[in-house]
Each structure stands twice: as C-alpha cells, then as structure tokens.
C-alpha cells in the first residue's frame, strides 16, 4: 500500500449559482474534500433542500428539519412554556386524514425504513429515516402529508401526554440529566435555554389541542423548514418529487424573536444538588464561549479534542488513569454556547477533587504551549472523525442539517475542521486564556442523597 | 460510521436481503484455511480510512467462575504498551496518526477494532502487529486498569436499567460464566493477578484462534500480506471448543426487586430462555417478535402499552438483550420504563399480551408487515463494506450459511402463523418469566398490593427477593 505521511483535508472548492425553474431555485453546488457534491435548492414557497447523491448502495436517508424548538415556544406570546415542541413532535406520528393514526409507521416500516425516528432541541426539530431508495416517492408522499394535513386528535394527545411524562420521568431518574439541566440553568439567567426541552409534568399535561394547533399551523411551514437528502437518487428525481409533494405547500408568517439579551457573567457561578438515584458524584462545568460562526470556535474545538479525545487526551490521564473518575469529557456545545467539562466521578471521590485538576489542565493551557505531535494528534482525531463519519449517509445528512439549523450554514462543520491545519499552538493558549476564566463559568454537582441509618 | 464488528443482533441470521438492492462490486473475499490465517476482506476504493478487526475466539464463557472479567482484562491490557513503546508512547503514536484502537469482549470473542486514515495504514499495522505480538503487561498499567474496570463496575449502580439485566442474569445463571457481565464483577475482577492475564494470553492468542478482517481502499494483497505476518507469529493451539449453557427458567412468573429510593419509574426487565444465533427457528422467532416488540413504532407492545395506554415511554422485546445472539441460548427480554404508577399495571398487561401471543401468534396484518419490513429493510445490513465484512465474519465465526437474497426471502416468505406458533410452543415458556424490577420497594409492594386486590391469590405476584444494587455489582 501507499506510505503516504502527508495528512490534510484537501482543498474545499465552492461554486454558487442560481439555476431558476418555475417551482424552484438552485442555490448553488459545494464540492467537499472528497470530491463529492452538496447541491442546495430554495423552492418558492421557502422550503430548503439540501441533497449530497451517493450510489454505493440503493438506499438513502430522508430529513426533515424545522426551525423550531423549544427556544420558540418559550418565547412565544401566545404559549410562553416549554415542552409542546416536544410533544408535537410525538404527535406527528399519529395520523392524517389519509393516513390515520398508526398508518404512517405500518408504511414507513414496510417499505423497509431504517433507523425512523425524530428528536427535539432547544432549537430545532428534526424527523429522520432511511429507506431503499426505490421507495423514495412512497416516503415523500408520507413525510409531506403529515407536514401539511396533520389531524389533531384531543384523545390522541391526551395519550400521547402518557407517554411523553413517561420520558421526562424517566430522564429525571437519571442524575446525569438533572445535571444537565442545572448546567443550563445556571449558566442561563434570562434566556429560555434554563427551561428543559421536555417541559415540566405540569407543563405537558396542560397543553391544549387549541395550543397545538396554533404551533403546527405556525412553525410547521415549508419556509421554516429544510429537507436534507443524502443517498441513491438525482437530481432530476429528487427535484421532481420535492415539486410535487411539498410545491403546493403555502409559506406561513413565522414570528421571530429577539434572544433576551443575557448579561455578562462577572462571577463563577456554583450550584450542588443531591439526587436519590445517584450513587457518585457528578460534576459539570460551562464556560461560555460565542457561537459557532466566530472564527474563534476553530481553535476552541480543537481544544476540546486535545483535552477530550482518545486515551491520550488530557482528562482521561488526569482524571480517569488516576482512579478518581469513570469518564471525563470536554466539549463545545452550539446553541446554548459554552464549552462542557463532564465528569462521572469514582465512588469515594469527590467532584471538588476533579475541579482541581480541571483547575489544573486549563491553567496549564494558559501558561503553557502545547507540544506539536499534541496538536498533531488533535487534528488527525478530529480528521479520523470526520472521514468516519462522513461515510455514514445518516450522520453526513446530520451534520449537515445541524449546521444549517445552528448556523444558517450547512457547510460550517466541513470549514471548521478545514480551518484546523490554520490552528497553531500559540491559538489554543490564547483561546484557554481568553474563555477559560474562572468568572465565565458556571459549575454543577449533583451528589448522591446521604445515606439515613440503616433500614433494608 | 461503520466499524467492523460481530453481527450478533440481527437476528435474522447472516443473509442478503431480497434482491431491490445491490452490493458493492467487490465482492467479500475469503482468504486461507487452517493452514494459513483466516482473512475476510473487501477492497473500498473511495473510504478515507481503513477498517481492520482482529478476533480471538475465546470470551467471557470460557473465564473461570471465581476470575470473571479476565478476558475483558486480558483485551484491555493487549492496547496498555508494548515491550518496546509504554502504554503513553503506544497510545500516542496510535493517536497521534489518526487512529483508534478498542478491545471489545463478548461471551465468544475478543475483538480488536481499528480505524486508521489511509495514509498511514503501514504504520498502524505495525502497531497493531506490535500490540498483538509483544504486549508489555506491566505491573503499573495492570493497577490502573483494574482500578478503572472496578469503578466502571461500581459505577453500573447508578443505571436503573442495566442493574435489572444483572438481576436476571444473577438469578437465571447462578454459579455458571454467565452470571455476570463480561466485565466481571468487583469481587471476580479483584481476584485477578497479571499472571493470569499473561497465561490466559499465552493460552488463547495462538493461530488457530485468530481471524483477521478488513475494509480498506488497497488490493487485498497489501493487507493478506501483513495479515499473514502477523498470524505466523503466533504459536500453534488447538481450535475453541464450545460450551452450552442452559439458562434457570422459573415455572411461574417471579418477581425480584432492585432497590432503588424514591424511583419516578420502574425499569422493568422480563427475561426467559431465549435461543442460539444457530437455532433454526430463528428466523420465524424473529418475525413474530418484530410484530410482538421487537420493532418499536409498530409492534403490539408498544402500540398498545404506550400508544394506546401512554403508560410508559418505551417498551420492546428483544432475543440480543445480554451481547446479542451467540454460540449461547442467552435470554429472550421485554424492557419497559413506566411510571411508578403505571408499573404494576404494565407488569400484569405484559404477561397478558405475551400470553395471547404465545399461544395465538401473529394476525395475518402483523405477520405481513413484520415479513415485508424484514424483507426490504434488510439491505441495510449490507449498505457498507465494513457491515458486508462483518457479515462474513460472523458467518464463519457461527458457522451460519449465507443465504442468497432470493433464499432469504424464500424463508421468510415461507413463514406461517401455523410455523410460529409451533416454534413459540417449543421454545418459550407461557409462564416461565423471572421479572426483575429497579424501583422503589416500599413503592411497588404498596403498589402491586393495592392493584391484586382484585385479583384471585393463585394469580397474584409476589415480591420473591430484593437485592440492593451494591449485591449486585459485588
């Protein structure tokens, strides 16, 4: 085999272009360092279309992603809670007037759908499946006619309610997720990003059919959403279909809203909560950092895999080599901007001993440059990561509408790992001394209840 | 991403689907005999990285009962350091060239999995060779790494849903290598010594045990050519043998309790025998699960206990509920999550549902989608070079015929409600389930008491043990 040493992405080529139709426009064609295409469309009633043609295997992966999530809903004049994004998503599952309730998952699974589901963030709402790709204009036709004729059902929704308190309970005996929770609390004072995705209980059993109608009616339209197609079909076909199904479709006002400005942090903030089920401690820390389209979030993410990735990295000797915990990770999360630090800690140790050597690590950053064949290995982990990932139809076709959604740009997440070979040590020092500072943090413990005398 | 590894969940055995899709061009090919190393590859011209799977074929069945864990330790210690580079040169090196290395255990096997960018899959193979070949077993990493393993074992007491599986595993496979998790538990993992390591090494890593496979953009000559070198190295041994082991199934339904305080859910784990990836009725028992639980959205269980009844956010069946189907029966499951107040409610609905099943079968609408969804959905087991792979792999491990399209779908076609009912007859008990339940004690026993009162004594379910979670990870 080759012994080639030289490592990189190769260049990123992009042409834009419109190219009109009647029905819809192309926006432009993106070559990735693969030498494969992204071509990107715009219909005229709004809706995006996002499509990467791959002929490997004749199946492919169908998204769609609304500009919605629970961010909104909180925000909203008419609803000012969270949780109905959530829970709308669950009913999208229930039934049209052609395709009544069930019939959407007995079709979509007989046709062979693969990994069919849907998932709901603070800002946006996304529904996935892949399919053999001879039943693409089958899949279309489903996904459209629950986006535009979806029949809301007071009993439905009142069954639906079961099952979605079934999942916040569940997530609430998890200690990891009550820190979770708290992480965003604390590091939000004023944005919605303090209120969980799910909704409070009381929340998601108090939402109306009424409130429900007024959501899909509002946010569930085709200029606030985008399809993502990745897999065995053309352009021609694809286009074709997307006309038919989803042209007709009317744009919707879509109320925008003004993020409540969040004043700046001027002090560590620390909260600790106890949880029943948790039998170590749990400890979370958020340093704020801007958001993903600063130049900034480049060097920034590389620090993270310096400090995160693999078994080399600088947590995993600090914290998990040592005994004192069983994972320890760092991460940038987008939307809500911070960098994570997670530790699960060992029995018997404490998440003050951990805060320490997190103390450590950064002040290390700080004072010290890292070594070369570190940044080296930052760089080709985050490569290894990308070329993993990107064969995978479901998480390319992620990726790229997680970047659209965030950002407004599907492309960002290639740019970013384009513009790490820019990244030098010198960067990663500046990054850790200008976001990792004690009064931009915010840190969470979550401990396990003590124990009362004994009782079996 | 698609890494090479065991195809043990799908239960459908190792087999094309129906012929709406292709494969790639380059077929999988199968290199050597017991004479030479056994090699599965395919040659994928357009990946950026390379895909490589090493497999010894001993795991955890074959630990001894008072060392369970040792094999898991004996996988994790062949990636802590080599004679030449320590475990922070080997790991650095590994990394530092854009490559990942994981040691993976299972009741059969242990799985070497990597990834490498392309251009520099010369030198991870050197590593690999290096790591499989001349591992350093240092007293210093074999410290920290049982202290890592034991934490990682004390740390399963904080997940409501696994200490369930290790209840029934503990009840329906007392004294024998199954009673716990290939992990091992504190006391196993504690009782073993790098001597142990370094025997069960110098016993199990020889060349009839070990099997090579990869997907990577070169001609299957480059990598056959290192493969080959590697596996010479190795001294000869004797092929695995295998061991049966027969799982304790209760006459009645038995309830055990996981104590856990103040639970806003119950983790429910319903186990009873299930069956060997080679049992063959695997196929029509796998339809009639996919309808029954198996495929969430639109099985039975979940129509109804969460569809209809919003009792619970999940619930599903599964024959790969302790590492997936293999060489052993393992256990056939039904997990479920309901709210505390619900949770009695679902235990008595699910035996109601599995008994009707059981006896009835599938209607004709469940058994047609569940043979159409198998059917066309199955393609996506074999969309990648690295899953086609892991196929052929799994195929040799479990000595499993690959089916053509045209046969798989024959035999799933051929499958009748009347075969169904004639294969859950013989291999599923009506009755026979040990339930283990993590949730509050004092909750759930004022809970089944309050909602058997309706119900005659003969029928009634009673709490037969609870354990804590520290038993249970001890």
Redo the contacts between chains.
């Keep these: ?7 990189g992405v190769t260049a990123l080529f992009i042409f834009s272009y419109s190219v009109f139709s009647a029905d819809y426009e192309k926006i432009a064609d993106k070559k990735l360092f ?1 030498g494969e295409i992204i071509s990107e469309f715009k219909l005229t009633n709004g809706l995006k279309v996002i499509f990467l043609p791959r002929h ?4 492919l992966t169908f998204q769609t992603w609304f500009d919605i999530g629970s961010l909104n809903e909180k925000l909203d004049a008419k609803l000012k809670k969270t949780g109905l994004a959530h829970l709308f998503e669950h009913m999208m ?1 229930r039934g049209t007037d052609k395709y009544p ?2 019939k959407f ?2 079709i979509t ?6 990994k ?1 589901n849907a998932t709901t963030y603070f800002y946006r709402t996304n529904y996935y499946e ?1 399919i ?1 790709s ?2 693409f204009k089958k899949l279309l036709e489903l996904e459209s006619d629950r986006m535009a004729n979806l029949k809301l059902d007071s009993n439905i929704l ?10 916040l ?2 997530a ?2 998890n ?2 997720r009550l820190a979770w929770d708290e992480l965003n609390r604390t590091v939000y004072e004023v944005a919605p990003f303090r209120y969980t995705v799910l909704g409070t209980e009381e929340e998601i059993k108090g939402f109306t059919l009424e409130e429900a109608q007024y959501f899909y009616k509002t946010f569930y339209a085709p200029n606030n959403a985008a399809i993502i197609v990745v897999g065995d079909t053309n352009e021609a076909e694809l286009m074709n279909l997307v006309v038919k199904f989803y042209g007709e479709m009317k744009p919707q006002e879509v109320p925008r809203y003004v993020m409540p400005e969040e004043p700046i942090q001027k002090k560590e903030r620390k909260v600790e909560k106890t949880h ?5 401690d749990i400890l979370l820390v958020g340093y704020r950092i801007p958001a993903v389209s600063s130049p900034d979030i480049v060097p920034i993410s590389l620090l993270s895999t310096h400090l995160s ?4 990295s600088r947590l995993r000797k600090a914290l ?2 040592t ?1 004192i ?2 994972g320890a990770s760092c991460g940038v999360s987008n939307v809500p901007d911070y960098l994570e630090f997670s530790v ?1 800690l ?2 018997n140790h404490k998440a003050d001993e951990a805060l320490v050597i997190i103390d450590r690590e950064i002040e290390k950053l700080k004072t010290q440059l890292i070594k070369k ?1 570190q940044l ?2 930052a760089l ?2 985050e ?3 990308l ?6 139809n479901s ?1 390319v076709a992620s990726m790229l509408g997680d970047y659209l959604m965030i950002s407004g740009n599907y492309m960002r997440g290639f740019e970013i790992i384009e513009q790490y070979k820019k990244v030098n040590p010198i960067d990663l020092k500046n990054m850790a001394k200008k976001y990792l500072k004690k009064e931009y943090r915010s840190v969470v413990v979550v401990k396990p ?1 003590p124990k009362k005398s004994s009782r ?1 | 991403m698609f890494r090479i590894t065991l195809c043990l969940i799908c239960l459908s055995g190792i087999a094309f689907g129906k012929g709406r899709i292709s494969f790639h061009a380059d077929p999988v090919t199968e290199n050597g005999s017991f004479v030479g190393p056994k090699i599965f590859y395919e040659k994928n011209p357009t990946s950026l990285t390379t895909d490589i799977s090493v497999v010894v074929m001993t795991g955890g069945i074959d630990d001894p009962i008072d060392k369970l864990g040792l094999s898991n330790l004996v996988g994790e210690m062949i990636l802590r350091g080599t004679k030449k580079k320590n475990r922070e040169k080997f790991q650095s090196d590994l990394e530092r060239m854009g490559a990942s290395l994981s040691a993976n255990v299972s009741l059969d096997t242990i799985q070497f999995s990597g990834s490498v960018i392309k251009e520099n899959t010369s030198k991870f193979l050197a590593l690999l060779e290096e790591a499989l070949l001349k591992p350093a077993f240092s007293e210093k990493d074999f410290f920290e790494l049982k202290r890592e393993v034991l934490n990682d074992i004390k740390h399963i007491k904080n997940s409501n849903t696994r200490l369930g599986g290790l209840a029934a595993r503990l009840e329906m496979f007392k004294g024998t290598p199954l009673e716990k998790p290939v992990m091992g538990s504190k006391s196993t993992v504690e009782k073993i010594t790098l001597e142990d390591i370094q025997k069960k090494y110098n016993n199990s890593f020889d060349r009839p045990k070990i099997i090579f496979a990869a997907a990577a953009p070169f001609p299957e000559s480059d990598m056959t050519e290192s493969f080959s070198r590697i596996w010479r190295q190795f001294p000869d041994g004797v092929k695995p043998t295998k061991r049966l082991i027969i799982p304790k199934v209760p006459e009645k339904p038995t309830l055990i309790v996981v104590h856990k305080p103040k639970t806003s859910t119950g983790s429910l784990f319903f186990a009873q025998a299930g069956i060997t990836i080679q049992d063959p009725e695997r196929y029509t028992l796998n339809t009639g699960n996919f309808s029954f639980g198996g495929e969430p959205l639109v099985s039975r269980l979940f129509k109804t206990i969460r569809g209809e009844l919003g009792w619970t956010y999940a619930i599903g069946s599964s024959y790969a509920s302790i590492g997936g189907l293999s060489n052993q029966q393992g256990l056939y499951t039904i997990s479920s999550t309901p709210s505390m107040e619900f949770t009695s409610k679902t235990i008595f609905k699910t035996l109601e549902m599995w008994r009707s099943y059981v006896n009835e079968g599938l209607s004709s609408e469940e058994m047609d989608l569940a043979k159409d969804s198998l059917v066309n959905s199955y393609p996506f087991e074999f969309e990648s070079a690295a899953k086609r792979v892991s196929h052929k792999l799994s195929s040799f491990l479990y000595s499993i015929p690959i089916l053509t399209p045209e046969e798989f779908a024959e035999k799933i076609g051929a499958i009748s409600n009347r075969k169904l009912k004639a294969a859950l007859k013989e291999k599923q008990k009506s009755e026979g389930w040990l339930i283990a339940l993590v949730a509050d004690k004092d909750v759930i026993a004022k809970d089944l008491e309050e909602y058997q009162k309706e119900i005659p004594k003969e029928q009634r379910l009673t709490i037969s043990r609870i354990y804590t979670p520290d038993e249970l990870v001890n």
């Design positions: 085999m080759k012994k080639i040493n030289l490592i693969n490997e295997a004749k199946v599952f309730d069930g998952d007995e699974s007989r046709i062979g759908s693969d069919q892949s053999p001879n039943q009142e069954k639906e309610k079961g099952a979605v308190v079934g999942e309970r569940r609430l005996d200690p990891g029943a089920q948790a039998t170590s990735t693999g078994m080399e998990v080599d005994g915990a069983v699960s060992a029995e064949d080296e290995r080709n982990q490569l290894l990561s070329y993993n990932g990107i064969e995978d998480s209840q079996s």
